[in-house]
């Protein structure tokens, strides 16, 4: 079982440019949940994909959005990037149920220039 | 709504001596609490959880906590760390029956001197 993966593991961007992270679930996982880590800080909840949609979001504007695929893997999409962007991004699975463990991947390091 | 405080930002100790890593939370709902390990360039590992059930919750790596609710405290202990423990650690919690949204305190530093 390859777990939780990301792609990429790291990634440059120029302010205002456009960006899409990957995510591919633990298997049998049918829940993502994407975070975002600043230097130094917990990671802040930004949104949750269950079933193809949106199920909650976090304090986050809407240059943030997702999708899911019906394989389950979804993806992080920013626009119009700004330098407050630069962060560990992370996505977590977890499975059918309440309270299932969440699963990490190792993240994607986003930096902004 | 519902949120952690992680008392220290970064604890030092000596190698094989004892550890505690402080954790408060604060909610009008009933809660589920965790600590979450996170190595050097690494996502983050389960250490351990707290669902109901017995107040002392062990974990892996000989991590062990303790659920206090009269003082909303979830403190982290090891009676005796090696160098591998250092990593940040963060305290979290969840509502239960409504989402697996994980609210994460700001993490705590571990330094094992040698």
């Known amino acids: 079982d390859a777990g939780v993966t990301q792609s990429p593991t790291h990634l440059i961007k120029t302010r205002g440019q456009q960006v899409t992270l990957r995510c591919s679930p633990k298997s049998g996982h049918d829940t993502v949940s994407w975070y975002q880590q600043a230097l130094g800080q917990g990671p802040q909840f930004i949104f949750q994909y269950y079933e193809e949609e949106e199920r909650q979001r976090g304090n986050f504007p809407d240059r943030f959005s997702g999708h899911q695929f019906p394989n389950y893997s979804s993806e992080l999409n920013v626009n119009a990037l700004l330098l407050g962007d630069s962060a560990l991004y992370l996505c977590?699975?977890?499975?059918?149920?309440?309270?299932?463990?969440?699963?990490f991947g190792q993240g994607t390091r986003l930096t902004v220039v | 709504a519902q949120s952690v405080t992680q008392l220290d930002s970064q604890v030092p100790v000596f190698e094989e001596a004892p550890v505690e890593l402080r954790c408060n939370y604060s909610?009008?709902?009933?809660?589920?609490l965790f600590w979450y390990v996170q190595y050097p360039n690494q996502g983050l590992q389960l250490l351990l959880k707290?669902?109901?059930?017995?107040?002392l919750v062990k974990g892996i790596n000989g991590f062990e906590a303790e659920f206090n609710k009269s003082q909303t405290s979830f403190h982290l202990r090891k009676p005796s760390v090696h160098i591998s423990d250092t990593a940040e650690y963060f305290c979290a919690v969840s509502v239960p029956n409504r989402d697996d949204k994980i609210i994460f305190g700001k993490g705590t530093r571990l330094h094992i001197l040698p």
């Open positions: 707290y669902l109901s059930g017995s107040t």
């Open positions: 977590a699975s977890s499975g059918l149920g309440i309270n299932t463990e969440a699963f």
């Open positions: 909610s009008s709902v009933s809660v589920y």
